[in-house]
């Protein structure tokens, strides 16, 4: 049986499909309409507490999908938040569901091409990303070269790895499947960052099933 990556699951072909996407159905108490309304402010409060939110500030939310978060960090503080994401179509459904110039969307390439040439952002947020990507490790490492030196971020994340990939078996038939690679995500963080606080999520304010056990990061730059 042999597999591939396969990001392309993240390609939602419209708002709906796309929200099912961010947050999945965990069971009868946890579709994914409830899961939005309970966990997004819940999520937005940790924000608060890991960092300062204010209109002057440039808050990057890594693997934004439709802006679910810049939007209500918008609307809470009227900040700017740059989006980024590996699927162009989640970036373009973004721009119209958060609908504020005060938000942007871009690919890890464009958001490199800006850090390269200086661009520097105040606090991040990574909510539900890390445990997907293929190699978590360069993914840290593009938040931390866009954090400026004061800054700080917050991560929420899967207990394990959730990879997706296509796989082909004996019959050379493909089918998705969500794969593990062990990788550690939560000691790759405390690597590249220093630890503020950490601590597990509040099971009551999100209805989370498949995730019991998952974890929130406030970290901070390293001096140099």
């Given at each position: 049986m042999t597999a591939r990556y396969y990001p392309e699951i993240f390609d939602a072909?419209?708002?709906n499909a796309a929200k099912a996407i961010i947050l999945t159905p965990e069971g009868p108490n946890a579709d994914t309409e409830t899961r939005w309304r309970?966990?997004?402010?819940?999520?937005?409060?940790l924000i608060g507490k890991a960092f300062a939110l204010a209109p002057e500030r440039v808050i990057l939310d890594?693997?934004?999908g439709i802006g679910r978060l810049a939007k209500a960090m918008i609307e809470a503080?009227?900040?700017f938040v740059i989006g980024v994401d590996i699927s162009p179509k989640m970036c373009r459904l973004a721009l119209d569901y958060v609908g504020s110039d005060r938000f942007v969307a871009l690919s890890p390439t464009q958001f490199d091409v800006l850090v390269k040439g200086g661009l520097r952002v105040d606090a991040a947020i990574a909510v539900w990303v890390l445990q997907h990507c293929l190699a978590p490790a360069d993914d840290i490492a593009r938040i931390r070269r866009g954090l400026g030196p004061a800054g700080a971020a917050l991560v929420l994340n899967m207990p394990k790895r959730a990879i997706p990939a296509a796989v082909r078996d004996s019959n050379n038939t493909e089918r998705f499947a969500w794969g593990s690679d062990q990788i550690d995500v939560a000691a790759l963080l405390r690597q590249a960052f220093a630890v503020a606080a950490e601590g597990a999520i509040d099971p009551t304010r999100t209805p989370h099933v498949a995730d019991v056990g998952a974890f929130w990061m406030n970290l901070r730059q390293r001096a140099a």
């Open positions: 072909p419209d708002m309970h966990e997004t402010p819940y999520v937005l409060e890594y693997g934004c503080s009227g900040c």
